[in-house]
C-alpha cells in the first residue's frame, strides 16, 4: 500500500461517518479513526475552539492602530491558502537543526516545498500549489494539523 492510498483512505473515512477502518495487508496493518465530536455544554469542541482563539488574535489589536485592521479584510479577498493534505504533525523544518523552509515575506512558486507532515511516522513533503508570498503562517511548528486546515496565506504575486 503507498502513500497515495492511505491518503485516500484517510479522506474517504473523513468525509464519511466511518468511526474507525482498519487495513491488514501482509506485514502492514493500518487503522484509521475519526475524533469523536466531544461536546462542552452543549457546543461542539470545534465551536469552543474559535471561541477561545478570538480573544487571543484580539489581543494583540489594542496596541495596532485601528486603519491596519479595517485594511485586513479587504487584502484578505485575494489571499491563496495552502491547506493540509492529510492529518499529522506540521513541521517547518526538515530538521531540529535545520532552518525553516519558508518564513513570512518569503516567496513561493508552485511545486516549493513549504512544510513537512508526518502521518504514521512517514514525512511527507508539502508542495505549495500557487506562487506568491507567504503573508500568514497558521499553524505552529510541531503541532498536529487536520485534513483539509489551511496551514498558510499566500498573496498572489
Known sequence: MDLKQIQDLVKMVNKSNISE???EEKDIKITIKQKEDKYVTGVPVQQVQAVQAAPVAAAPAPSAPAAPKAAAPATADNLLTIKSPMIGTFYR?????????????????????????????????????????????????????????PLFLVEPI
Open 93 to 149: 523544518r526538515p530538521s531540529p537543526d535545520k532552518s525553516n523552509f519558508v518564513e513570512e515575506g518569503d516567496e513561493v512558486k508552485n511545486g516549493k516545498v513549504v512544510c513537512i507532515i508526518e502521518a504514521m511516522k512517514l514525512f511527507n513533503e508539502i508542495e505549495s500549489e500557487v506562487s506568491g508570498r507567504i503573508v500568514k503562517i497558521l499553524v505552529e511548528d510541531s503541532t498536529p494539523v487536520e485534513y483539509d486546515q
Open 21 to 23: 477502518l482498519s487495513i
